[in-house]
């Protein structure tokens, strides 16, 4: 079951939310922002409102968005547009004001799991490894890991045909098509073996010997 932080300081609409969303997923309640920030990294979807007795919600959605690609909907009553677009350009995946539909927002959650779901190859989350190819954020057991282009290039491929065979050749088309030429052909296991030591401690990559890559993860 799915895992939904509510990080609402209002305690009747916290307990409304929670009532609303029980039967469909797993819930935790914070107060504070100092209550919430233990949970943000352990959950499937935030729902955050932004006037928080201990600070801005805007601090969580910076904070989250140092080492996670995880989904944040805001719940607020500020209806200011330049507040509104701070929010959404730090990292928040949509923007609700108060007061609202509990039909919508249940709506509007739903269709970011499934959003999620079909788009596995944008944002890839597994255990440790935590993927926002969109955004370029990589992470690995909640730490940002830097990716060059080629790097991140390699890794889209490979979890983008997860379980299958990349060959060398086919790989190596992908991501230097329009300058083989240039490249050396050991560019592209010189590549790999940086991804693997940034992955650690997690051996995602199978080498196939004499053939090419898997992502085995």
């Known amino acids: 079951m799915k895992k939904v932080l509510i990080i609402e300081d209002d305690k009747n609409l916290n307990k409304g939310l929670s009532i609303s969303l029980e039967n469909d997923y797993e819930l935790i309640s914070s107060y504070t922002l100092q209550d919430s920030i233990t949970h943000i990294y352990n959950v499937d979807l935030i729902l955050l409102d932004m006037n928080l007795p201990d600070g801005d919600g805007l601090e969580i959605i910076k904070n989250t968005r140092k080492n996670s690609a ?23 995946d949509d923007y609700i004001t108060k007061p609202f539909s509990l039909g919508i927002l249940k709506a509007k959650i739903k269709r970011m799991f499934e959003k999620n779901k079909t788009e596995d190859f944008i944002i890839y989350k597994n255990e440790g490894l935590n993927f926002n190819f969109q955004h370029n954020k990589f992470c690995v057991d909640g730490v940002h890991i830097d990716l060059t282009p ?11 045909n997860k379980s299958k065979i990349l060959t060398k050749e086919i790989l190596f088309d992908l991501v230097w098509s329009d300058y083989d030429e240039f490249i050396d052909k050991n560019t592209l296991s010189v590549n790999i073996s940086r991804i693997r030591a940034k992955l650690k401690p997690y051996n995602p990559i199978d080498t196939v010997f004499g053939v090419g890559y898997k992502w085995n993860y």
């Open 70 to 92: 995880t989904p944040i909907i805001v719940l607020s009553a500020i209806d200011l547009e330049p507040y509104i677009i701070s929010a959404i350009e730090l990292g928040a």
């Open 150 to 160: 080629t790097e991140t290039k390699i890794l889209y491929y490979l979890i983008k």
